[in-house]
């Protein structure tokens, strides 16, 4: 589905990302773990065209996706979260939902799409998209709240329901569950593996070891820019290099 070759990035000289190859396979879960500043947020953002690899190619579906704007590359259907949460405050949850349909939608503003009257009947059938999605993340009666008022783990949950809104290729999830509970965190980790079950596929960013090891299919390591690792959960969570590089340091700082 996802093929990465030997993507690089530096930032004012400084390597964030050396030669990273991996694949992410249809219909599974990915995980990419690795210690703060590893490059794993670097990494999503080259993916999403949100910034340029320096070097390497980014196969989605067998065509080059690297070099291409991130509209582009969203139309083509990656999608994505954000570590630091990126919805509209002032609009609703619906309308937050909304916008990951715009990508796919003829028109490619959102209030071109509210306003004019000959848009009508497209709006009512995005509409309904948007509830669906809203459904699936149990936020069905929030829906015209305004996203403001949300409590932070459903702001967490209109940004993964805009992002699979639209029925995307690929959805990009970095730390879906940064600073949420562990309810909280457990309810995302159903819900993402109903995700996977609907037939979804997707690369997961996250910190949460215990999520990672419990949903993922296949796990990649990153250190210091580097992939120095991937395999089944079982197999990363014995690997030396990765106990040393990782979870030595989370157990350091436990
Ligand atoms: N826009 C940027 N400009 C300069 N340096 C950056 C930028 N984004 C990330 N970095 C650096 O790249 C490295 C990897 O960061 P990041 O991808 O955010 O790591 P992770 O998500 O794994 O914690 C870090 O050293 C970080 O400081
Ligand atoms: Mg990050």
């Known amino acids: 589905m996802l093929k990465l070759n030997n993507i690089s990035k530096r930032f004012g000289g400084l390597p964030a990302l ?31 065209g949100i910034i340029p690899a320096d070097q390497g190619s980014i196969l989605f579906e067998e065509k080059e996706i690297s070099g291409l704007q991130a509209h582009e590359i969203a139309r083509r259907g990656v999608a994505r979260t954000f570590q630091n949460l990126r919805v509209l405050p002032r609009l609703s949850v619906l309308e937050n939902v909304l916008c990951g349909l715009t990508v796919k939608s003829d028109h490619s503003f959102l209030k071109a799409m509210l306003r004019l009257p000959a848009l009508r009947h497209q709006e009512r059938f995005l509409r309904l998209k948007a509830m669906e999605s809203l459904d699936l993340f149990g936020l069905t009666k929030k829906a015209d709240w305004p996203m403001a008022a949300l409590p932070y783990g459903d702001k967490k949950k209109v940004e993964m329901a805009r992002a699979f809104v639209a029925n ?46 419990d949903i993922s299919d296949h ?17 990363i969570r014995h690997n030396p290099l990765v106990l040393e590089a990782y979870l030595g340091k989370i157990g350091a700082a436990a």
């Open 18 to 48: 050396s030669e990273v190859t991996f694949y992410v396979t249809k219909g599974k879960i990915t995980a990419l773990i690795g210690p703060n500043g590893a490059g794993k947020s670097t990494l999503i953002n080259c993916i999403s």
């Open 168 to 213: 995307p290729g690929i959805v990009l999830l970095d730390e879906p569950v940064a600073g949420l509970n562990s309810e909280e965190t457990a309810r995302i980790g159903v819900l993402v593996k109903q995700m996977r079950t609907a037939g979804h596929t997707m690369l997961l960013v996250e910190h949460d070891m215990e999520l990672v090891m």
């Open 219 to 235: 796990v990649v390591v990153l250190d210091s820019g580097r992939c120095i690792a991937q395999g089944t959960p079982e197999e």
